[in-house]
């Protein structure tokens, strides 16, 4: 089955630290992926997509993420975490009848 | 920039009672879809419509659920007969065409069901 695994259901950095978001796909075919922020009580807003090509994607506020196929991963990272970066993180793919297939979502706290 | 929009974005109502949530896709969209939230879970896949039609539902979208394109710009999600359970937020999504196109997300409705 077509899924999103994503590693660790919150993080928490420091201010100015690297930020690192794990997600994984499971398909023989490598999907379209997504990232997506949630700030509390609002809706969910695209980060960045990967569909083809360049498989390190850059995406809004300062996020971007590598798709690397032999590890079947989309991890999403940002140099310097800011406190406006605080959101729930969902990773997602493409699936079949073009649905979205969401993972369950990562909280992350940056702390002063 | 265009966006979804959708309403109400709170509704609160009564188990056994039918809610209609209503959406606004992007004019040039063709694909809409609703999914849930339900309070700290993942957002979930319901439903997909296309051309008029659902092209694709999940096994939570039960005979309870049913969606409509009645006037050519609105989607709406009936629930007919609503349960505790259904109590989650809502979002409305449309994409313009193809797989690796952006699905846009609406606000959300939050639905409480006492």
């Known amino acids: 089955a077509q899924s999103v695994t994503q590693l660790g259901s919150h993080v928490s950095v420091s201010e100015g630290a690297l930020v690192l978001l794990r997600c994984n796909y499971s398909?023989?075919?490598?999907?379209?992926l997504f990232w997506y922020v949630q700030y509390p009580n609002q809706g969910l807003q695209l980060l960045l997509k990967y569909t083809t090509g360049a498989t390190l994607v850059k995406g809004i506020n300062g996020f971007e993420a590598e798709f690397k196929k032999s590890e079947t991963s989309f991890h999403l990272t940002k140099p310097s975490a800011h406190m406006s970066d605080a959101a729930e993180y969902f990773c997602a793919r493409g699936a079949g009848g073009f649905k979205t297939i969401f993972g369950a979502g990562t909280r992350l706290f940056v702390k002063a | 920039e265009p966006e979804v929009t959708q309403t109400p974005s709170h509704q609160v109502t009564q188990m056994g009672q039918e809610v209609i949530l209503r959406c606004v896709p992007i004019?040039?969209?063709?694909?809409f879809y609703w999914y849930r939230q339900i309070l700290g879970q993942k957002v979930e896949f319901l439903v997909s419509?296309?051309?008029?039609?659902?092209?694709?539902k999940s096994e939570i979208f039960d005979d309870q659920f049913s969606v409509e394109r009645p006037d050519g710009s609105n989607f709406t999600l009936k629930i007919r007969s609503t349960k505790l359970e259904d109590s989650a937020m809502y979002f409305c999504?449309?994409?313009?065409?193809?797989?690796?196109?952006?699905?846009?997300f609406g606000p959300g409705t939050r639905l409480l069901v006492l």
């Open positions: 419509f296309y051309n008029n039609e659902i092209s694709e």
């Open positions: 004019s040039n969209h063709l694909y």
């Open positions: 398909s023989s075919v490598p999907p379209y």
């Open positions: 999504a449309s994409r313009e065409s193809g797989l690796q196109e952006t699905q846009y």
